[in-house]
């Protein structure tokens, strides 16, 4: 949501900022479909942890952006990560959690995202009227990103029979 007002706030062009939303947008989609099946491949854990990893990527690109092209990459980062992680969201949970509840699982993780998805701008928006600017928001955002880089790779596997003959277990 702030992507654009940012990128004009540090001389980008109208045009140029509404460019990186489109690249944005773009990035997701080829993230969900080109992305989807990496969790297959090499795990849904390590999956999940390239997106936030790239997500990370994304933000310090966007702290210290200042041409258009820096912004395109960071769009380019972030759409493949969001793409990337919605899509490990179901299979991750029936990783952890195997498939007897996937459904109030799946839908406990969808709610705490739409939760932050509201938060998050609302609070980046109240940090740039305080400040003046989004550099303490991102790098907010930076350290967040880490800390879920952080748990993520102290995730374990909730280990029953069902989860193991319904689930791959890479």
């Not at 930076?142 to 277990?169: D, H, P, R, Y």
Request: hydrophobic share 55%; net charge positive.
């Amino acid at each position: 949501m702030h992507i654009a007002p940012y990128a004009t706030d540090v001389g980008i062009s109208s045009t140029g900022a509404a460019t990186i939303l489109s690249i944005l947008g773009g990035a997701t989609i080829v993230g969900q479909i080109g992305m989807g099946s990496i969790g297959d491949k090499i795990g849904y854990k390590r999956a999940f942890l390239v997106g936030i990893i790239c997500i990370v990527a994304a933000i310090f690109i966007l702290i210290i952006a200042r041409q258009l092209w820096a912004f395109y990459l960071s769009a380019i980062f972030l759409g493949l990560a969001f793409g990337n992680c919605s899509t490990q969201e179901s299979p991750i949970a029936a990783w952890l959690f195997g498939l007897a509840s996937h459904g109030i699982i799946l839908g406990i993780f969808a709610c705490s995202f739409t939760i932050g998805a509201a938060i998050g701008p609302l609070l980046l928006g109240y940090m740039f009227d305080v400040t003046g600017n989004y550099q303490y928001a991102l790098w907010i955002a930076a350290a967040l990103a880490i800390v879920t880089v952080i748990l993520t790779t102290s995730i374990k596997q909730i280990v029953t029979e069902s989860t193991l003959k319904t689930v791959s277990t890479k």
